[in-house]
């Protein structure tokens, strides 16, 4: 059977998946089931709603939510749930994900959202965030969250320089 979903990813439209494919890719790479689904806050809100609910329900411990321009996702998503939410600034047309950020960066004093880096590394550094705080009640995965951080320290010890 499959695995309830942990970690809900959501972002506000295919476009996106560019982006946010780091994050599936990273939480897959861990062994976390995850859902993934396109649904705006804007565009498609009831539906939204219902998936947010749906998730908290089955025992989703975190949602990671990827925009760009206006980017109001994340925020609705945590006036909807007390679960942690994790915002990822997508880069945008005009204005290169620093609207994204600032959107979601600078939300009000009260209803947080964990805000990260703008793209690619954003996405998959949110998973990576996801991972830290399911790993606190599982000692397997923070094991392999503890190898994960050794094999990028061993990568640059063994760096050598043409010099
Ligand atoms: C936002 O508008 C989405 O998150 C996306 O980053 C941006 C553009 O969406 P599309 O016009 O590509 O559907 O809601």
Redesign the pocket.
């Known amino acids: 059977m499959k695995k309830k979903p942990l970690v809900g990813i959501v972002?506000?439209?295919?476009?996106?998946w560019e982006t946010m494919q780091q994050a599936a890719k990273q939480l897959a790479d861990f062994g976390v089931p995850f859902e993934a689904k396109a649904l705006?806050?804007?565009?498609t809100p009831v539906e939204l709603e219902a998936w947010i609910k749906k998730l908290a329900k089955d025992g989703a411990r975190c949602f990671i939510a990827?925009?760009?321009?206006?980017?109001h996702?994340a925020g609705v998503i945590a006036a909807q749930t007390t679960l942690p939410v994790l915002g990822v600034p997508?880069p945008?047309?005009y204005l290169q994900g620093l609207d994204?950020l600032l959107s979601i960066v600078q939300m009000p004093k009260g209803i947080p959202v964990a805000t990260f880096a703008i793209g690619e590394a954003g996405a998959a550094n949110a998973a990576l965030f996801a991972v830290a705080m399911l790993a606190l009640g599982d000692a397997k995965l923070a094991a392999r969250l503890q190898a994960f951080r050794k094999k990028q320290a061993d990568a640059v010890k063994s760096v050598r320089l043409p010099v």
């Open positions: 972002m506000g439209s295919a476009s996106d705006s806050a804007h565009r990827g925009a760009g321009g206006a980017a996702l997508v945008s047309k994204s």
